[in-house]
């Protein structure tokens, strides 16, 4: 079953849509998929019905719902890449943060889902490093986040798991910024990095021209056991 619901923001002013699927039965746990700069397009959905289908509840906020509620764009098409950028540049991280806090509240609260995971892609890879830094999420993956490398100093509070899935040949994280990120990481006891050679960001989206099958699945499939170890 899946709806699109909304939450109340952690200050109380607005309220946050929510893209939730549930599974058929008693969730084995809640995973946030915190999207890409496009919305809750219909890959980020596929997303939460997969997790669905596997026994998870997934819920996917609105992260632009503050000043472009409701968007869904395709990155394949560049008229959308652009207007995605500009939302990009208008986004608030540290909001964005307030907004998964809530959310994680809101699940553990009212969905009877004592342990809350969090997935992101792209803008959302650098939502799910920050969430690990500053919540209580149980445990954090995401795929070829952005400026994470310049959030380092915050690496110290991480508590709970981590896993970040770096694409090799990523044309928004240089590989300079690649290399700080294993410099300020590999030692971390609570975080472990996977490179991707060759592949691209965006290599994991559901349907489009940069999704990379291999790595696609290879890359689920770590972040599947990771979830299975770490909410069970």
């Known amino acids: 079953m899946a709806q699109t619901i909304t939450i109340p923001a952690l200050d109380g002013d607005g309220a946050i849509p929510v893209y939730i ?10 995973i946030i998929v915190v999207p890409e700069i496009f919305g809750v397009n219909p ?21 632009f719902w503050r000043f472009a509620p409701g968007i869904e764009l395709d990155p394949d098409v560049e ?11 208008q986004f608030d991280a540290d909001l964005g943060v307030q907004d ?7 699940l553990r609260a009212n969905e009877g889902t004592e342990k809350v995971g ?13 969430a690990a830094a500053r919540t209580d999420i149980d445990a954090s993956v995401g795929y070829y986040g952005v400026m994470i490398d310049q959030m380092l100093n915050e690496s110290h509070a991480i508590a709970n798991p ?7 040949d990523d044309g928004f994280v240089s590989p300079e910024a690649q290399q700080a990120m294993h410099q300020g990481l590999d030692d971390h006891p609570r975080v472990t990095l996977h490179d991707y ?5 965006g290599f994991a989206a559901e349907m489009g021209n940069r999704r990379d099958e291999a790595g696609a699945q290879l890359a689920d499939s ?5 979830f299975k170890d770490h909410l069970g």
């Open 118 to 130: 969090l997935v992101g892609y792209c803008l959302g890879g650098r939502m799910a490093y920050l």
């Open 79 to 89: 008229a959308e890449l652009q207007e995605a950028f500009g939302y990009f540049a």
């Open 197 to 201: 050679p060759g592949l691209d960001h």
């Open 162 to 168: 981590l896993m970040l899935h770096i694409a090799g």
């Open 43 to 63: 890959g980020i959905r596929k997303k939460c019905d997969d997790w669905a289908a596997k026994g998870y509840l997934a819920a996917a906020p609105d992260i």
């Open 100 to 106: 998964i806090e809530a959310l994680i509240k809101y």
């Open 21 to 30: 699927a549930k599974p058929s039965g008693t969730p084995r746990a809640a």
């Open 222 to 226: 770590r972040t599947e056991a990771f």
